[in-house]
């Protein structure tokens, strides 16, 4: 409990470097956290990348979508994220209606970085989101995209399904991948898309792709910490996997995950579409 947080010794991970990786084929690994315990976990087992996930809403909070978080729960969170972290690049989402125009996305975003210690934000879709996107990129605030399921658009979509499926829908993504990296993305998260379309938008798009249940040719990978320690209830989706399971802490089953995306061995085909 005394302990401090920071005494970690790895350098500090920065949005240059991740864009390095992708040219030198090095997975980024990431991982969600929400609290500065299990940040400190993350950071240790030498995670590239937190992400303080508005999916808070449901594995914290217990809310059946992440539309009930606000910008309070998500400043509060990456605080405290922050807190127990070293060297990891902190990510914290914006939460549904949060940057429904570039001057509410402007404000709220300046706020994750001030007030909660975040270095990006993240925020979904394309379409109308592009002039968001650019404003946050020409005010120096790095921005991470997410398309395929992106779960603010849950009751469009009638349920978290896998998106791109379709020859329209799959064009359709890759014109938004497009879209958003020359709109100024530093970084794009590919959630439940077939691993096929993942493949071609991450070899076409200049940005690194974070894949989670994408398939494993992104140029890195992200779960729900909940879901890979196999604690958050009901059925775990098909594309994680449970990594404390056989092991004895926390801190392994975030490494034996670390040593999976890097080396190629997670995800295999029974965790993509
Ligand atoms: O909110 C979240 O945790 C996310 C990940 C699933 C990518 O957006």
């Known amino acids: 409990m005394y302990a401090n947080a920071k005494s970690n010794a790895r350098a500090a991970v920065t949005v240059p470097q991740l ?7 090095a997975k980024i690994v ?31 909070q217990g809310h059946a979508s992440t539309l009930p978080v606000s910008v ?60 968001t996107i650019a404003a946050l990129a020409q005010h120096a605030i790095p ?3 997410h398309l395929g399921l992106t779960p603010q658009s849950v009751h469009k979509f009638g349920g978290y ?10 064009a359709q993504l890759l014109a ?17 898309v077939p691993a096929t379309l993942a493949k071609r938008i991450t070899a076409e798009i200049p940005i690194p792709t974070i894949g989670i249940g994408a398939g494993a040719d992104c140029d890195g990978q992200v779960l729900v910490l909940y879901d890979m320690l196999g604690i958050t209830p009901g059925k775990r989706p098909r594309f994680s996997k449970d990594f404390l399971a056989g092991r004895g802490s926390v801190g392994e089953a975030i490494r034996a995950y670390a040593d999976a995306v890097r080396s190629g061995a997670f995800p295999s085909v029974e965790h993509a579409f």
């Open 30 to 60: 990431a991982l969600t956290a929400y609290d500065a315990s299990f940040a400190a976990q993350c950071d240790a087992a030498g995670v590239d990348v937190v992400l303080i996930g508005d999916s808070l809403g449901m594995v914290v």
């Open 176 to 192: 938004d991948a497009r879209a958003v990296a020359a709109a100024g993305a530093d970084l794009l998260v590919l959630e439940c």
């Open 19 to 25: 864009h390095a990786m992708k040219t030198r084929s």
């Open 72 to 131: 309070e729960h998500m400043i509060y969170h990456t605080a405290a994220v922050a807190r127990g972290i070293a060297s990891a690049l902190l990510i914290a989402d914006m939460p549904f209606m949060s940057y429904r125009d570039a001057d509410a996305g402007l404000r709220n975003a300046g706020r994750l970085l001030a007030e909660g210690g975040a270095a990006m934000v993240k925020l979904e879709g394309a379409g109308h989101v592009l002039e």
């Open 161 to 170: 399904r896998v998106q791109g499926k379709t020859k329209g829908a799959a």
């Open 143 to 145: 921005v991470c995209a």
